[in-house]
């Protein structure tokens, strides 16, 4: 090129500065693997990740717990034992007093399934296994109503029965709606939640009906 022949660069410029590549400090969870980890271990951080979740639903504030760390154990275990308990007899019973295991399985499972589409299709922020865990887990009240009606069917089925039972599923139905909300709504847009607390509302309102009217064989 024209002209840089006349360039030069003296010899007493002092050159400053270093030239190096900045490496990140390595912390000690990037090279912890769980592969060598003792099953034990592995079990207990599970169990305890389970149990934190547990805590948030019953205590429902607006906390990224159940979103940023999801998983389908706790929503597992929770329909498992509602299923159990409203089972009123022998698959092969014809007096059943309520629904079989596999019907009250597909109901919460494919309810869920239905509301997490239908807030994705609704534009929501979060992914479809972050609303299956949310919605799940808010199922916790409700197997703790069905527990304590279970309790109450025991010493008989009167009216005073039936109040008591009435007042704690539509309590627990209250707090598992209002606990899933909280977890979902902020991830809708804002002239759209009404969209999407209204199949909620439906989904636990189910199965509360399921456990209000269930009566053992």
């Known amino acids: 090129f024209p002209g840089l022949t006349d360039v030069s660069i003296s010899q007493d410029i002092p050159v400053e500065g270093e030239i190096t590549v900045p490496v990140g400090s390595h912390s000690p969870d990037e090279d ?14 599970d169990l305890k990740a389970v149990g934190k979740k547990f805590v948030h639903v019953m205590y429902p504030r607006k906390s990224s717990a159940l979103l940023r760390d999801w998983d389908l154990w706790g929503p597992l275990v929770l329909c ?64 703790v109503a069905m527990l304590v009606c279970r309790l109450v069917l025991l010493a008989g089925a ?19 709606t209002l ?3 909280a977890f979902l709504a902020d991830s809708q847009p804002p002239n759209r939640k009404a969209l999407v607390v209204y199949p909620i509302f439906l989904f636990y309102f189910v199965i509360s009906w399921m456990i209000l009217t269930f009566t053992p064989q």
């Open 80 to 143: 498992v034992s509602l299923a159990l308990m409203l089972q009123g007899g022998s698959a092969d019973s014809k007096d059943d007093g309520g629904p079989q295991f596999a019907e009250v399985f597909v109901i919460i499972w494919f309810g869920a399934v239905v509301i997490t589409l239908n807030s994705k299709l609704l534009g929501g922020t979060i992914s479809f296994f972050q609303s299956l865990c949310v919605l799940g887990y808010c199922v916790m009240p409700l197997t």
């Open 158 to 176: 009167g009216t005073v029965s039936f109040i008591i039972r009435l007042i704690v599923v539509g309590a627990m139905f209250a707090w598992s």
């Open 179 to 181: 606990a899933s909300t």
């Open 32 to 45: 912890y693997s769980t592969l060598d980890e003792p099953v034990k271990d592995t079990i207990m951080r």
